[in-house]
């Protein structure tokens, strides 16, 4: 089973990008904190299509959110030898906090 359920805060700016076949990918930087919260943990949050358009258009840093959704590994060489990273593909992405027009974007993708 290969499931991640994060909340946290957006450390970096969404960048949307669209492949070569047209489908729009957003990627940002989530902050989790560790018990304690005097650290944290940064992950790289990938979401697709419309979901990820909406990501782009309301997740600003320091915006708390909510991301379920499983890792993916991958790996390649490059001239600085052989490179791997883990992502977070949402399935779905949640705004929270103190905003009132709170927004599933996992409904937005609907929209």
Same mark, same amino acid.
């Given at each position: 089973?290969?499931?991640?359920?994060?909340?946290?805060?957006? =450390?970096?700016?969404?960048?949307?990008?669209?492949?070569?076949?047209?489908?729009? %990918? $957003?990627?940002?930087? @989530?902050? &989790?904190? *560790?018990?304690?919260?005097?650290? =944290?943990?940064?992950?790289?949050?990938?979401?697709?299509?419309?979901?990820?358009? %909406? $990501?782009?258009?309301? @997740?600003? &840093?320091? *915006?708390?959110?909510?991301?379920?959704?499983?890792?993916?590994?991958?790996?390649?060489?490059?001239?600085?030898?052989?490179?791997?990273?883990?992502?977070?593909?949402?399935? *779905?992405?949640?705004?929270?906090?103190?905003?009132?027009?709170?927004?599933?974007?996992?409904?937005?993708?609907?929209?």
């Amino acid at each position: 089973m290969n499931v991640v359920a994060l909340i946290g805060n957006v =450390a970096q700016a969404p960048d949307l990008r669209h492949t070569d076949a047209g489908r729009a %990918v $957003c990627t940002f930087r @989530l902050a &989790v904190s *560790r018990p304690g919260g005097e650290q =944290a943990d940064f992950f790289t949050v990938v979401a697709w299509e419309r979901q990820a358009e %909406v $990501c782009e258009a309301y @997740l600003q &840093v320091g *915006r708390r959110v909510g991301v379920d959704g499983r890792l993916h590994h991958c790996s390649w060489e490059d001239d600085g030898g052989r490179r791997s990273k883990v992502e977070v593909v949402a399935h *779905r992405v949640q705004l929270l906090g103190v905003r009132r027009e709170a927004v599933d974007v996992e409904s937005a993708q609907d929209a």
